[in-house]
């Protein structure tokens, strides 16, 4: 009955241009590959594997999604074992076919035996040492979930932790969650308008034959005009989807 729920919701559509991925069960299930034959042919953007250890089990995974008529579609991988963390390089090496990670923290948490902790302090060589590598490899990483529905304190600290590590994003577990992940981890009015300035600043600096601008008593080079109109694009595009709401 699940899988025929999520089918149906995906069918139903309603989604505007926002992104639909489903996550399969573990492929080591009695679920898993059926999983992979009822999604394979959906109108889905990408199938979420969880528990993928390294990349030979990757590779088996989507060999299944490959027979199973899915082979245009692009992979989500969760990390959520100590032996993916260890092994994330060479499944990462997947890209483009591979084209996000998504952090899998409670059960990363359980594996290493630690203790539970709103800081994630035992977490965080982990948590950095994966968005190095998502970054390496020129993917998309998400921060994992925060799971007490009561501490909207606590989740906005999760979600401040998770941006200042460098994830894109956070995965959640409940739409009450929506409006906290999506203002830390958004683009915000000032912050657009701040990186407009900043890329105009070096578009004059440029046109001028100077190789540095200043702005607002700040050195303006071409990484910070780069990374401005990332900014940019990820603020249009936020708008267009409607996660600034």
């Given amino acids: 009955?699940?899988?025929?729920?999520?089918?149906?919701?995906?069918?139903?559509?309603?989604?505007?241009?926002?992104?639909?991925?489903?996550?399969?069960?573990?492929?080591?299930?009695?679920?898993?590959?059926?999983?992979?034959?009822?999604?394979?042919?959906?109108?889905?953007d990408a199938v979420l594997f969880p528990k993928i250890d390294g990349a030979e089990a990757l590779a088996a995974a989507l060999q299944m999604l490959d027979r199973a008529g899915g082979r245009t579609l692009p992979a989500w991988v969760m990390v959520e074992t100590p032996q993916a963390v260890l092994d994330l390089a060479a499944i990462a090496a997947h890209a483009p076919r591979v084209s996000v990670l998504v952090m899998g923290t409670a059960d990363l948490a359980r594996a290493l035996r630690l203790p539970p902790d709103p800081t994630r302090s035992g977490l965080l060589h982990a948590l950095a040492g994966c968005v190095l590598t998502a970054r390496a490899w020129g993917l998309d990483i998400l921060d994992g979930i925060f799971t007490d529905l009561r501490d909207e304190e606590g989740l906005r600290a999760a979600c401040h932790q998770g941006r200042a590590l460098g994830f894109d994003g956070k995965t959640l577990i409940h739409p009450a969650q929506l409006?906290?992940?999506?203002?830390?981890?958004?683009?915000?009015?000032?912050?657009?308008?701040?990186?407009?300035?900043?890329?105009?600043?070096?578009?004059a600096a440029?046109?001028?034959?100077?190789?540095?601008?200043?702005?607002?008593?700040?050195?303006?080079e071409r990484l910070h005009a780069e990374d401005a109109r990332r900014l940019l694009a990820l603020h249009a595009a936020a708008r267009g989807r409607g996660q600034q709401d």
């Fill in 206 to 220: 440029d046109a001028a034959g100077r190789g540095i601008a200043v702005l607002d008593g700040r050195m303006v």
């Fill in 179 to 203: 409006h906290a992940a999506n203002e830390i981890f958004g683009v915000s009015a000032a912050e657009a308008e701040q990186a407009a300035a900043v890329i105009a600043a070096w578009e």
């Fill in 1 to 44: 009955m699940p899988r025929q729920a999520c089918l149906a919701a995906v069918a139903q559509g309603g989604y505007g241009s926002r992104e639909v991925v489903i996550r399969v069960n573990g492929l080591d299930t009695p679920w898993g590959v059926e999983d992979l034959g009822a999604v394979a042919g959906g109108r889905i």
